[in-house]
C-alpha cells in the first residue's frame, strides 16, 4: 500500500508518521512545504525506516495530481492546513485559501487517481461555541457552528468530503474532529522519557506547549484567560488527547475503511481538565515555577469543551494509552527540554 501524508513534517503528522514506520511495511510518502514543518523532524523519522519526501505546496495542483499519478497512491492521511486560530480571523482569506481550497483540489485529485481511502484531519472548532453541553460531552451529532474561519474552513473541507463520497463508491474517507492535543513522542532511552519528535510550532497557541515553554525558561511568564467561567475553580475546561494515541487512532482508521462506511469521530479522551489544574500538573511534571496572570476571556472560548468519544471506541476499537494528564505534561516538557539544546 502506498500512502502519501500531506504536512508530515508537522506535529501530528510526523507522529503518525512514526507510528506507520515503526509498525507497518507500508510505502510511506511525505508531502509538505516546510513551511512549519521540520527538515530535523524529518531526518528523525529517516533513522527509523526509509520513506519519500516531496517537498511541494498544495496550491501546485497540477504537480499535486502527478505525484498522486506516479506514485499510485492508495490512501491519503491530509494534515497541511493552517492552524492559528486568531490569524484565520485577521486573514480569513488565507486559511480559506489554504485549508478548504486546496483540500477540495486534493479530493478531486484524489477521486481521479482511484485514491480509495481519505483520512482528514478536522478540528472540534467545528462545533464553535457550545451551549448546553450533554453529561457525556459533543458527540459526533452534536450541531455545528464555527465562529471562526479556521473551524468554518474545516468544516467546508467536511463537506466536499461528505459529498464527493456520496457519488463515488470507490472512495471513502474517515474525519477526526481533534479536542485539545498534546505532549510529545513516547520513547524512553535508558529508562528516561526522551521523545524524538513533538511539536515545533512557532508562537505556539496551545495551553501545554506554553506552559512548557515556561517550565524550561523560554517564556518568563503566561496568561490564564479567564478565571469567571462557570467551573470548579473558574478556568476553562479542556478535553486533552495525547499526540500519540491520535496517532494511532489515524492507523486504525486506514483498515478500518476495508470493511465499513465512510465516517466522522471525535478525538479526545471524554475527559476535562481545567487550566489552572494543567498549570499545576505541568509545574510538578517539570519541577518548576513561574508567573501565571489573570487577564480577560478571549471572545468565543467556551467554558467547558469535552468530546463525546464512545463511537470511536466502540466502532473502531480504539484504546489510548496515555491518558494520564501527567504524562502528557511531562513528554511535552522533555521534548522542549530537546528544542531548548537548539535541535529545532
Not at 508537522?10 to 512545504?33: C, F, M, P, R
Request: charged share 25%.
Amino acid at each position: 500500500m502506498n500512502i502519501l501524508i500531506t504536512g508530515g513534517a508537522g506535529y501530528i503528522g510526523s507522529h503518525v508518521a512514526k507510528q506507520l514506520l515503526e509498525t507497518t511495511s507500508y510505502n510511506i510518502i511525505i508531502l509538505d512545504n516546510l513551511s512549519t514543518g521540520s527538515i530535523k523532524t524529518l531526518d528523525t523519522l529517516k533513522a527509523i525506516r526509509e520513506f519519500k519526501f516531496i517537498q511541494l505546496d498544495l496550491k501546485e495542483f497540477d504537480e499535486i495530481n502527478n505525484v498522486l499519478k506516479e506514485n499510485k497512491i492508495n490512501t491519503i492521511i491530509h494534515f497541511a492546513a493552517s492552524i492559528v486560530v486568531p490569524e484565520s480571523v485577521e486573514n480569513p482569506l488565507k486559511y480559506y485559501m489554504n485549508n478548504t481550497v486546496n483540500t477540495t483540489n486534493l479530493i478531486k485529485c484524489a477521486v481521479e487517481n482511484n485514491v480509495s481511502k481519505f483520512i482528514f484531519s478536522s478540528t472540534a472548532a467545528v462545533y464553535g461555541e457550545p451551549t448546553n453541553i450533554p453529561e457525556n460531552g459533543i458527540d459526533e451529532t452534536y450541531p455545528t457552528n464555527p465562529i471562526n474561519p479556521y473551524g468554518m474552513s474545516k468544516l467546508m473541507s467536511e463537506k466536499v468530503l461528505q459529498d464527493t463520497a456520496s457519488v463515488n463508491d470507490d472512495f471513502k474517507y474517515v474525519i477526526f474532529r481533534y479536542f485539545n492535543v498534546a505532549g510529545a513522542d513516547i520513547n524512553y532511552e535508558d529508562d528516561k522519557l526522551t521523545p524524538r519528535i513533538g511539536q515545533s510550532f512557532p508562537n505556539a497557541t496551545h495551553l501545554i506547549k506554553i506552559v512548557s515553554e515556561c517550565a524550561t525558561g523560554e517564556r518568563d511568564k503566561m496568561s490564564i484567560f479567564g478565571d469567571d467561567f462557570d467551573t470548579k475553580d473558574g478556568t476553562g475546561v479542556r478535553d486533552y488527547i495525547h499526540v500519540d494515541d491520535l496517532a494511532d487512532a489515524h492507523i486504525k482508521a486506514i483498515k478500518y475503511l476495508d470493511n465499513n462506511i465512510s465516517e466522522i469521530f471525535n478525538a479526545g479522551y471524554g475527559k476535562g481538565y481545567s487550566v489552572k489544574e494543567v498549570i499545576e500538573v505541568a509545574k510538578k511534571a517539570a519541577n518548576a515555577n513561574f508567573q501565571v496572570n489573570i487577564t480577560s476571556r478571549r471572545a468565543g472560548d467556551p467554558a467547558i469543551l469535552i468530546s463525546d468519544n464512545r463511537k470511536i471506541k466502540s466502532k473502531m476499537s480504539w484504546t489510548p494509552k496515555y491518558e494520564k494528564l501527567e504524562l502528557i505534561c511531562k513528554s511535552a516538557y522533555e521534548w522542549e527540554n530537546r528544542l531548548g539544546e537548539n535541535i529545532k
